[in-house]
């Protein structure tokens, strides 16, 4: 993923004209911002920094301890005032490998193995959480996305009775309005149930993060049976099975984009679907079609895109771009408290 600009960025190089065209969409963005931050503040959590060496996340740990939004836990780096964790001598390495090992998918491994594993810096962190000795964790600024969601599955693993983890963006439109966009980072063609389980994660996670209610379009080239194909009737399956495990849930599926956000489509062509084109939550029928759009929202409509956020975990792990600003760390260690503390 390619991170946003950071805000910074809009008031360089830039005529005074166009600053005013862009202060309305500046201030909508951090206004956003600035609630995730404050409702990390409010309970703010020990977050493990798999990247503590890297002079970027050494400067989100220290503005985040300062603001009083998370207690950082620096893996492998060090900054005055910071907690910090250096993976080869920590002195509760032999209690981690030893419940490393106990994990299921590792009790093949020998001991010397297991002491390895947990000196490394990914590893660590997620085995702090693991261990109740930080409550979620950040990784993916020198690492990539897959060894980042490795390390979480491994150690911290699927909540109690989640069938799959899965992520999603929080998309920040130029007006300020909060979308969750699923899944684009992790699932590539979910079967029907694997897409009702992340529809009902995206809209918990819709609900923890922003306060608001949750109003979930199951997304598909047909809307409500004007198509008929086998791509629509798995979108059609998956929305009759959320409905049936939470029928409080205000969901509607196989919904076309248009139909699912914008009032007047709705009422031509769902005329009485509960979401009446005001969606807040889209769920994509394949990676394809996510990855692809919420890529498209960020580059042509310009929103801002945060994530990928992990959802489906035991506790919280979250990734980063490798691009990734200061800000970008910050906001997200943010969202992982905000996680971590619902």
Same mark, same amino acid.
């Given at each position: 993923?390619?991170?946003?600009?950071? $805000?910074?960025?809009?008031?360089?190089?830039?005529?005074?004209?166009?600053?005013?065209?862009?202060?309305?969409?500046?201030?909508?963005?951090?206004?956003?911002?600035?609630?995730?931050?404050?409702?990390?503040?409010?309970?703010?959590?020990?977050?493990?920094?798999?990247?503590?060496?890297?002079?970027?996340?050494?400067?989100?740990?220290?503005?985040?301890?300062?603001?009083?939004?998370?207690? #950082?836990?620096?893996?492998?780096?060090?900054?005055?005032?910071?907690?910090?964790?250096?993976?080869?001598?920590?002195?509760?390495?032999?209690?981690?490998?030893?419940?490393?090992?106990?994990?299921?998918?590792?009790?093949?491994?020998?001991?010397?193995?297991?002491?390895?594993?947990?000196?490394?810096?990914?590893?660590?962190?997620?085995?702090?959480?693991?261990?109740?000795?930080?409550?979620?964790?950040?990784?993916?600024?020198?690492?990539?996305?897959?060894?980042?969601?490795?390390?979480?599955?491994?150690?911290?693993?699927?909540?109690?009775?989640?069938?799959?983890?899965?992520?999603?963006?929080?998309?920040?439109?130029?007006?300020?309005?909060?979308?969750?966009?699923?899944?684009?980072?992790?699932?590539?063609? #979910?079967?029907?149930?694997?897409?009702?389980?992340?529809?009902?994660?995206?809209?918990?996670?819709?609900?923890?993060?922003?306060?608001?209610?949750?109003?979930?379009?199951?997304?598909?080239?047909?809307?409500?049976?004007?198509?008929?194909?086998?791509?629509?009737?798995?979108?059609?399956?998956?929305?009759?099975?959320?409905?049936?495990?939470?029928?409080?849930?205000?969901?509607?599926?196989? $919904?076309?984009?248009?139909?699912?956000?914008?009032?007047?489509?709705?009422?031509?062509?769902?005329?009485?679907?509960?979401?009446?084109?005001?969606?807040?939550?889209?769920?994509?029928?394949?990676?394809?079609?996510?990855?692809?759009?919420?890529?498209?929202?960020?580059?042509?409509?310009?929103?801002?895109?945060?994530?990928?956020?992990?959802?489906?975990?035991?506790?919280?792990?979250?990734?980063?771009?490798?691009?990734?600003?200061?800000?970008?760390?910050?906001?997200?260690?943010?969202?992982?408290?905000?996680?971590?503390?619902?």
């Amino acid at each position: 993923m390619s991170p946003p600009a950071p $805000v910074e960025k809009f008031y360089c190089n830039t005529n005074p004209g166009l600053l005013s065209a862009l202060a309305p969409r500046i201030g909508a963005i951090m206004n956003i911002i600035d609630q995730l931050h404050a409702a990390a503040k409010s309970n703010p959590q020990r977050i493990a920094l798999a990247e503590g060496g890297d002079p970027r996340v050494i400067e989100a740990a220290q503005i985040a301890a300062q603001s009083g939004l998370a207690h #950082p836990i620096l893996i492998g780096g060090t900054a005055d005032g910071i907690d910090s964790h250096d993976p080869e001598t920590a002195p509760h390495l032999d209690d981690m490998a030893k419940a490393f090992q106990a994990i299921p998918q590792n009790r093949n491994l020998t001991d010397a193995r297991c002491a390895d594993m947990v000196r490394r810096p990914l590893i660590h962190a997620a085995m702090l959480v693991q261990m109740g000795l930080a409550d979620g964790t950040v990784g993916g600024a020198v690492a990539t996305t897959g060894q980042t969601v490795a390390a979480a599955q491994r150690c911290i693993g699927a909540a109690e009775g989640a069938p799959l983890v899965s992520s999603f963006f929080l998309m920040v439109l130029a007006d300020g309005t909060p979308l969750v966009f699923a899944d684009c980072a992790l699932t590539v063609d #979910p079967t029907a149930d694997e897409l009702a389980a992340i529809a009902a994660q995206s809209a918990a996670s819709y609900a923890a993060i922003t306060g608001k209610t949750p109003r979930v379009a199951m997304l598909s080239f047909s809307t409500l049976g004007s198509a008929r194909h086998a791509a629509a009737t798995k979108v059609k399956t998956a929305t009759a099975t959320l409905r049936a495990a939470d029928p409080s849930l205000i969901v509607d599926g196989e $919904v076309q984009f248009d139909t699912a956000f914008v009032p007047s489509v709705a009422a031509a062509k769902a005329p009485g679907s509960p979401l009446e084109g005001e969606a807040n939550v889209f769920v994509f029928p394949t990676l394809d079609a996510g990855n692809i759009a919420y890529k498209i929202t960020e580059r042509i409509a310009g929103a801002t895109a945060i994530g990928p956020i992990l959802q489906g975990l035991a506790k919280p792990a979250n990734d980063l771009s490798r691009g990734c600003s200061v800000d970008d760390i910050v906001t997200m260690m943010a969202v992982t408290g905000i996680q971590a503390s619902s």
